[in-house]
């Protein structure tokens, strides 16, 4: 377990006064990191996580910024510096918009991509210098979302701007190698956080209907996405970049529910015991399905 320690080590966090970033920065203080916790200027709640970072007795410093002010991310990474080295960047700060693709005005287009996009890539680009000057073993994790990989309606430049962040990833892990920095991404699935607060839709009913296309069943909690930050973030996962992990309960693994549609079981995989040793493939007792 050594190997996901981060004692001595620095995380900056963006988005991390809720959600899954809140959980990111106190994993990270938990694995023994210090934390740079930033979110948009005025968000109480960014106190409240660097509290539960203090109560770990880890160092934490609390720098607000709002990351769509692209022109002011140079003077913010180096404000994060003159704190000490960084040695991992969790590029997490994301904002979504529930719209149809041909009510997308350029304001909420430029909004979706200023904060997912544009500054992923500028807050990257300074902290990596920062890295490379500073001859640490940096860790950029991008924050994507399974809308990378396939799309969802209504979402048409939050599913651009993360698929965009995707290959980001890789042309920096490529760059950045030489300087002995590793990039990768985690794209989440169903989160229970409060970034679809705004959309204009019934939450419990899509979640009940979209539960039925995770395979597990569920949305996750945002804990349930910090296994594979600490991954990318130690020494445990000094091998892999330019990669991503999808923590999204099998979703994407399934292109359609048909199981659903499929006979009961007959085999000695059941949903209902665990004892399955002692049952046959024609015993009566298994054939049950939900
Ligand atoms: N929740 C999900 O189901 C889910 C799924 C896939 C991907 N994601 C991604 O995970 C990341 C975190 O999402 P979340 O669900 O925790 O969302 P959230 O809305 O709970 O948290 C996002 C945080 O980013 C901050 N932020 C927004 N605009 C900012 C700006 N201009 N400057 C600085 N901070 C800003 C917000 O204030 C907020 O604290 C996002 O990138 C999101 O796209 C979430």
């Known amino acids: 377990m050594d190997r996901f320690d981060l004692t001595g080590r620095t995380a900056l966090v963006t988005g991390a006064a809720r959600g899954l970033g809140r959980a990111f920065a106190i994993a990270l203080a938990e694995a023994g990191a210090g934390l740079v916790l930033t979110d948009l200027p005025g968000t109480a709640d960014l106190e409240v996580t660097a509290a539960r970072i203090e109560a770990l007795g880890r160092p934490v410093h609390v720098l607000p910024q709002d990351l769509s002010r692209t022109g002011e991310l140079r003077g913010f990474a180096d404000r994060v ?32 991509m200023r904060v997912n996009l544009d500054a992923v890539f500028f807050l990257s680009q300074r902290i990596a210098e920062h890295m490379a000057a500073d001859r640490v073993a940096g860790r950029i994790i991008n924050i994507t979302s399974k809308n990378a990989l396939v799309a969802e309606a209504g979402l048409a430049h939050y599913n651009a701007s993360k698929a965009a962040v995707d290959l980001l990833t890789q042309t ?21 956080t409060p970034i679809d607060g705004e959309f204009p839709f019934d939450r419990e009913a899509f979640e009940a209907a979209y539960r039925e296309r995770i395979p597990l069943g569920r949305y996750a909690d945002p804990e349930e996405c910090t296994g594979a930050l600490l991954l990318l973030a130690s020494d445990a996962g000094a091998y892999l970049t330019g990669t991503r992990i999808v923590v999204d309960g099998g979703v994407l693994a399934d292109q359609m529910p048909r199981t659903r549609f499929m006979p009961p079981y007959r085999s000695t995989l059941t949903t209902e015991t665990t004892e399955t040793t002692e049952t046959t493939e024609t015993s009566e007792t298994t054939e049950t399905t939900e």
Do not use: D, K, Q
Request: hydrophobic residues 50%; proline residues 8%; glycine residues 8%.
């Open 172 to 192: 920096l892990a490529v760059e950045l190698a030489p300087h002995g920095i590793t990039v990768n991404s985690i794209a989440p699935g169903m989160v229970h």
């Open 81 to 112: 510096r003159a704190a000490g080295p960084v040695h991992i960047l969790v590029n997490n700060a994301g904002v979504a918009a529930l719209e149809r693709f041909n009510e997308i005005t350029p304001e909420s287009w430029y909004r979706v």
